[in-house]
């Protein structure tokens, strides 16, 4: 994406430091079933881009056109319905495999809320890795340190507000937090399931899937088992 007006869009799982916090059998199945959950996320947006797994969180963008945030808003509702409804499928998918493990197991722990944005960025090469920075990423960033109180919602700026509210359901909760380095905010968030309306029900795993998915997750996680590779919370930890 090139500098400019972008929407900024955060999938974040809730949970995620309790499960991975486990022992190295169970830590190689949870960053499997992670890294699929995150994929399934991602692939339900096909128009925004990826531009970075943050340990467990997938950080998006798109380029913010001309039709109005008001229009701008309606899209990343949808986006977030399609994104939750991925993740749930994925995490039912995970925690009905015929895996004893906790890191199997306990997926059905795992909550996802959302934080968007839309403001001014610039793209910044290094190492041949492009990145967008500005203070409205740093502001979309810093508002997943909130304090909404349920642990499923779609968590929209000031600005996404203001120009979008008939966009957004009847039932509106604005908060008010303190950001480091930025101030007193005010945003606005909805309960994510009360997005999803009337969909039917998950539809339930079969057994070839069950089957299908427990030697996948012990197939992939190998590598993580014998230390050949490190956990993505790791990795995320170095890079900071």
Known sequence: MESGRAVLLIADIGGYTDY?????????????????MLDKMIDAAPGYELIEIEGDAAFLSRRADSRGDDAIVTEILH????????????????????????GCKEAGNLKLKFVAHVG????????KRHKLVGIDVILVHRLLKNP????????LSEALYTTGEASLPG??????????????????????????????????????GRLGRTFA????????????R?????RALTRG
């Open 20 to 36: 991975m916090s486990t022992h190295r059998f169970s830590l190689s199945h949870a960053e499997v079933n992670t890294a699929r």
């Open 79 to 102: 986006a977030a319905v399609a994104m939750h409804r991925a993740f749930h499928l994925e995490r039912q998918n995970v925690a009905t495999n015929l895996c004893p493990c906790s």
């Open 120 to 127: 001014d960025v610039a793209t910044q090469t290094i190492h």
């Open 148 to 155: 909404v109180p349920i642990p499923e919602y779609v968590l």
């Open 171 to 208: 039932d509106v909760h604005e908060i008010s937090p303190e950001l480091e380095g930025i101030g007193t905010v005010r945003a606005y968030f909805v309960d994510v399931g009360d997005l999803d309306g009337e969909l039917p029900p998950l539809p339930g795993p079969s057994w070839r």
């Open 217 to 228: 997750a012990a197939g992939l996680g190998m590598p993580y088992l014998m230390g050949m």
């Open 230 to 234: 490190r956990p993505r919370a790791d």
